[in-house]
């Protein structure tokens, strides 16, 4: 009797998707370490335009969906206007791009210009630590992307560090979100699908490496 994968059922739940628009987005969860979390992490949404992209938020997490500038700029735009000098926080998330599973909806893929947040922030810096995954999906040359956006990070001066499972990067918050936007660009142009997973860490108590800047 031949046995049946469970991927062949006929009733996955994302059976017959798949996204024929550019649709980008990023998924992720804000994490600043202090009693006063609640009305930090307010402020930000307040500040932070979100006009361009979709949003949709749980307990988990918030997602943000649309054109890849766009999605980029109010991830950065949260970030740093979440920051306050000296309270730790951290931002854990993924941006994505072209999975199977993708559906064409909630995105605001007609959005146009500028994007709304840099403009607001960008005289705004501080030193980021960032910790960064590529998943290049549906290639078999993925290594090559891989290596193509570690190079990235060495000509934009981040000082890209192997460590097990991910590569460590540190810079200005500007320099590290203007690379992970790039990193994305490039990638979607090189797979299919692929997953480019983050963590970004400010005033950490712990951090023993020095970043340019402190």
Known sequence: MQETSVCDSPDLPWDGRGASLEISGCRFSLYPMDSNFISIILDALGKTDTSTVWSSSDVLSTVYRGKLSHVADAVRGLFVNAYRPGVHMALEGQFSKGCPGDVDGDSYLSQNGTPPNISSIKGIHFP????????????????????????????DGLRP??????????????????????????TQTAAAHYVLAFTLSVNSPTQTQQIDGQ
């Open 128 to 155: 980021v630590l960032c910790k960064i995954a590529l998943y290049p999906l549906g290639c078999e040359n993925y290594i090559d992307s891989i290596a193509h956006i570690y190079r990235m990070a060495e000509h």
């Open 161 to 186: 560090s192997t460590i097990h499972y991910a590569t460590r990067l540190n810079g200005d918050v500007h320099s590290i979100f203007d690379y992970l936007e790039k990193a994305c660009a490039y």
